[in-house]
């Protein structure tokens, strides 16, 4: 596997497409009990593959999230949106991880942040959600989404093909140790 991985960063592919530049090549792999037995056995390998721009992938991952953002589509919702939606979910996983790590109830957080009502609710799960999520990956998570939001807002390429390959990203990532 790590030499398939070697090979694909060698060969650069995300770099031959013209002017544009992909951030990644994915490395799908088609068997979810070899993608999962092989996160057990080198629990390392998904972030040295994306840190060689490779991202690894399996069908779990993908279609659960293509499924997702083209159920969004279908109801004609805009990709910054969507984008603002899924963005504002992991702030508040983020922001709820430095509330409890500091020692705060998540009614005190939502309170120091200014969420009321259904906001406060929303934020309470949302600190409940990220007491599972590691730094490594709500901070991986956050450069996509920053990235995305950065791309949609600065380059000619199609708006739902960046949202594509951000839950593409995020799907991979969830599956990995990062």
């Given at each position: 596997m790590k030499k398939h991985i070697a090979e694909l960063a060698d060969k650069r592919y995300q770099d031959l497409v013209g002017d544009k530049r992909l951030d990644f090549v994915m490395m799908f792999i088609p068997n979810e009990g070899a993608y999962m037995a092989m996160m057990k056995l080198q629990p390392d390998i998904w972030q040295e593959a994306y840190e060689k721009r490779v991202l690894l992938t399996s069908p779990t991952h993908l279609i659960a999230a293509l499924r997702m953002l083209d159920d969004l589509f279908q109801q004609r919702m805009e990709p910054v949106l969507i984008l603002s939606a899924v963005s504002g979910a992991f702030v508040d996983c983020y922001r709820g991880?430095?509330?409890?790590?500091?020692?705060?109830?998540?009614?005190?957080?939502?309170?120091?942040?200014?969420?009321?009502?259904?906001?406060?609710?929303?934020?309470?799960?949302?600190?409940?959600?990220?007491?599972?999520?590691?730094?490594?990956?709500?901070?991986?998570?956050?450069?996509?989404?920053?990235?995305?939001?950065?791309?949609?807002?600065?380059?000619?390429?199609?708006?739902?093909?960046?949202?594509?390959?951000?839950?593409?990203?995020?799907?991979?990532?969830?599956?990995?140790?990062?």
């Open positions: 991880k430095l509330a409890v790590r500091a020692g705060k109830s998540s009614q005190q957080a939502a309170a120091d942040f200014g969420y009321f009502g259904g906001r406060a609710y929303y934020f309470g799960k949302a600190c409940t959600k990220a007491r599972g999520m590691s730094d490594g990956y709500l901070n991986a998570c956050m450069e996509v989404l920053f990235r995305t939001n950065r791309l949609m807002n600065s380059s000619k390429t199609d708006s739902r093909l960046l949202l594509e390959r951000a839950f593409t990203e995020i799907s991979a990532l969830k599956g990995a140790r990062v």
